[in-house]
């Protein structure tokens, strides 16, 4: 205890870090309190049925990203995952278009090009999704419309404003990432996942003492057990990193010697990040377009079970788009060419491995090793929920023991203090931990 207040005090007296922790918080309310502003004209006391719609399967899961603005008919009601889908497309297409490959290598400038063709593919789905979104809305609460307003005149004004609130989040976003702390998308999800745990543990702690079958305590405890286990291997997978020595030769470099040092280049174990989760989890509510957010019931097994996120198939293929993404991710992030090249430029070489296209094969294939069972790990974590349903688990809660939710959480949250510590130790004082210092999933570990 003596150490935490200690450590919030120097956070406090470093003026920048204070600033931006404060920014941080004022986006954060703002973003909190526009998930409870809701549609003009819409009476929010007759969404009963809407709320009664999002409290299982997928939809459980869209409502919980955005925070509960989907079931609050809110302003923010689409949330951040149009501009997540948005980001998928231009990140297949930096791959397979030759155009946007140039694009991509032509550094800041380059940057900037695709974030603002990203951000017009994400007005151009939002065009599509809100109309979707008001479309159910008018099917599992018509009457909350207010009398004298047609809902075919409604939905041009209600589309404009939906779509404005998911861009204005997405500015929320990059100011937070500009002038606050972490990176303002992943925190913005993290934000709104959050908002939903308070109410899931009550409701399982309800449950569990309760319910005839409950369990009572004993199996209140296991859960938690169990929860703590899979958020302690979350964090080592985040964090985990296979060391790769490099051995700089001597040079004369103006008039003076350097080099002849060894260092390591850290290759993670999960170097996709929680990118490829929630990549994965957006292509999984494209079923949602399909049906228009209809009752499921009318829909074929395929698509039903798609729309359950306990299903045994939905679970395969939201692991095999993990896998998938996570190897896509790494090799457009992680260029083994380019690493060689630089090492070579540097007069560096890895001992036993020659130089040039040698060391590019060595790096290319010792991360394809570690791709693999951290790919493998991060899916069955990914999974966990539809296994502790199995166990009688609340819907809510029970995407706390894994999950998107679970693997956002660590990831965000770890690399948020990380960035907290770096500002601690620039200024010369302590980090956060007495152990060591914090690895973020972006951190080069050494």
């Not at 501009?83 to 694009?103: D, E, G, R, T, W």
């Amino acid at each position: 205890m003596k150490k935490l207040i200690e450590t919030l005090k120097n956070i406090w007296k470093i003026e920048d870090l204070r600033q931006r922790i404060l920014i941080t918080m004022l986006f954060v309310a703002i973003y909190r309190f526009g998930s409870f502003v809701v549609l003009p004209g819409i009476n929010p006391a007759m969404l009963d049925k809407l709320q009664s719609q999002t409290a299982g399967g997928l939809m459980s899961l869209l409502d919980m990203f955005s925070g509960g603005a989907f079931s609050n008919a809110s302003i923010f009601a689409l949330g951040i995952m149009p501009y997540i889908s948005a980001s998928i497309v231009m990140q297949l297409l930096a791959v397979a278009v030759p155009y946007f490959q140039k694009m991509q290598r032509e550094g800041e400038s380059g940057r900037k090009k695709i974030m603002t063709y990203t951000r017009y593919l994400t007005v151009a789905i939002l065009i599509f999704q809100a109309p979707s979104y008001l479309i159910n809305l008018r099917m599992q609460a018509g009457a909350a419309l207010a009398s004298g307003i047609s809902w075919n005149v409604f939905i041009i004004p209600a589309t404009i404003i939906l779509a404005a609130g998911s861009m204005f989040i997405l500015w929320l976003g990059e100011r937070i990432t500009d002038k606050g702390i972490g990176n303002g998308i992943s925190l913005i999800i993290m934000i709104g996942i959050i908002a939903r745990l308070p109410q899931a543990f009550i409701q399982e702690v309800t449950s569990r003492f309760t319910a005839i079958t409950g369990g009572g305590l004993v199996m209140f405890l296991v859960e938690i057990i169990i929860l703590y286990a899979v958020v302690c291997a979350a964090i080592v997978l985040v964090q985990g990193v296979r060391k790769v020595p490099v051995q700089y030769a001597k040079r004369i470099v103006g008039g003076q010697q350097v080099g002849g040092a060894r260092q390591y280049i850290p290759l993670k174990l999960f170097a996709a990040n929680v990118m490829p989760i929630i990549f994965a989890q957006a292509l999984m509510f494209i079923p949602l377009a399909f049906v228009q957010y209809a009752a499921p019931e009318n829909a074929n097994w395929f698509v039903r079970s798609m729309l359950d996120h306990h299903s045994w198939l939905y679970n395969i293929i939201f692991a095999f788009l993990i896998i998938a993404f996570t190897y896509f991710y790494t090799a457009i992030t992680l260029n083994p060419t380019q690493m060689a090249e630089d090492m070579k430029r540097n007069n560096g070489f890895i001992p036993g491995i020659k130089p040039g296209k040698p060391t590019a094969d060595f790096i290319d294939d010792v991360m394809s090793r570690i791709t693999l069972p951290g790919s493998l790990f991060i899916a069955f974590i990914a999974v966990m929920p539809a296994f502790a349903s199995l166990l009688n688990v609340q819907d809510a809660f029970s995407q706390f023991f894994g999950g998107t939710s679970l693997l956002i959480l660590v990831g965000v949250v770890l690399d948020t203090l990380q960035q907290i510590e770096s500002h601690l130790l620039m200024r010369h004082y302590d980090g956060l931990l007495n152990s060591g210092r914090i690895h973020g999933r972006g951190m080069s570990a050494y």
